[in-house]
């Protein structure tokens, strides 16, 4: 059932157990939302627990109480309320709808959303999952503290890459600056989530090496093949070097997971990218979206190819 804002915010307050989840692959709106409403409920004496099915990136390990987010574990558990955030469908949170038995809310805000939960809020306008948590906590009257503005702002400012991409509004810039006035400091967000190992740069360097171009020029792509890969190397923003090439219209990043699994990001200056993903059982939005397809890397990428190009022959010229 669709809900309003204050009808998600009453759900989570009148329910005593809480468990708070977020999509696999977790980014930096899934973690920061995810724990600035753990932090909020918990000081509200809720008995709230993060559980995720995936490991944690490194890169996020400056977010305030990350390490209290646990990886799923059997057996089951009960409780009020699931709160899934972030995650557009249910196969985005691995095992945990399994795992939680409980009635479920989901608040995000992709516009692939399939409106899977028994109550969901979806604004698909606004920039990050962050906002959405910030407009509730606000309804909630509630006290940021620093650590809740560090996540926040940091949910909000990774999904708009830091106030560049075309989901930036006012109101994301609004928001900002409130989370600034609780006491982020801006610089240091961008310093945590910009300084990589030296692995990050050498997978980079190699990448770059296997650009590709279609399509004239107007789809672009690289690939990550088995031997690039070390297990904890991290490979977010590398799709957008092949999105920021003058005439790209569409993006790809093709990323080998395991032996018939390949990861796809997509990223485009117009293009509906979430269509593409949805094709391949995925989602996201229309700027940016991904989904992980069954095959080899070369199969997969001469269907995805093809499909990019049928989508760039419906755009006008
Ligand atoms: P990224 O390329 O950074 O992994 O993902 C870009 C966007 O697409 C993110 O907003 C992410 O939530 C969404 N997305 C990525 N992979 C998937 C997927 O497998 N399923 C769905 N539904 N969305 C995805
Ligand atoms: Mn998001």
Redesign the pocket.
């Known amino acids: 059932m669709e809900c309003s804002l204050q009808s998600a915010a009453n759900l989570i307050l009148q329910a005593e157990t809480i468990v708070i989840t977020a999509?696999v692959?977790p980014?930096g709106d899934s973690l920061g939302s995810m724990l600035a409403l753990y932090q909020y409920l918990e000081a509200k004496g809720k008995n709230v627990q993060m559980l995720l099915d995936d490991t944690l990136p490194v890169l996020y390990e400056f977010l305030p109480g990350i390490q209290k987010i646990h990886r799923s574990t059997e057996p089951p558990i009960d409780a009020d309320l699931l709160v899934i955030l972030?995650a557009?469908?249910e196969e985005?949170i691995g095992k945990i709808g399994k795992l939680v038995k409980a009635a479920v809310l989901n608040i995000d805000h992709?516009i692939?959303n399939t409106k899977f939960a028994d109550y969901w809020y979806i604004d698909s306008a606004a920039a990050a999952t962050g906002e959405v948590i910030l407009a509730m906590l606000k309804l909630m009257d509630a006290q940021i503290s620093p650590d809740m503005a560090v996540c926040l702002y940091t949910a909000i400012a990774t999904d708009c890459g830091f106030f560049r991409y075309a989901n930036t509004s006012a109101q994301t810039l609004r928001y900002a600056a409130d989370l600034v006035e609780c006491g982020v400091k801006p610089h240091l967000i961008s310093e945590y989530v910009d300084v990589r190992p030296l692995s990050s740069l050498l997978i980079l360097q190699k990448a770059l090496g296997t650009l590709e171009l279609y399509c004239n020029g107007k789809i672009a792509a690289i690939t990550i093949s088995q031997s690039l890969l070390d297990d904890d190397d991290s490979t977010?923003g590398l799709?957008n070097y092949p999105r920021n090439i003058v005439g790209v219209e569409i993006a790809i990043l093709f990323k080998f997971v395991e032996a018939g699994v390949c990861r796809i990001?997509?990223r485009s200056k117009n293009a509906d990218v979430s269509r593409l993903?949805l094709e391949f059982g995925?989602?996201?939005?229309i700027r940016?979206?991904?989904?992980?397809v069954k095959g080899t890397v070369e199969e997969t990428k001469r269907k995805v190819i093809a499909a990019a190009k049928r989508q760039l022959q419906e755009l006008p010229a």
């Open positions: 999509h692959h980014d972030d557009s469908d985005r992709h692939s977010e799709v990001s997509f993903a995925g989602g996201g939005h940016a979206a991904g989904c992980t």
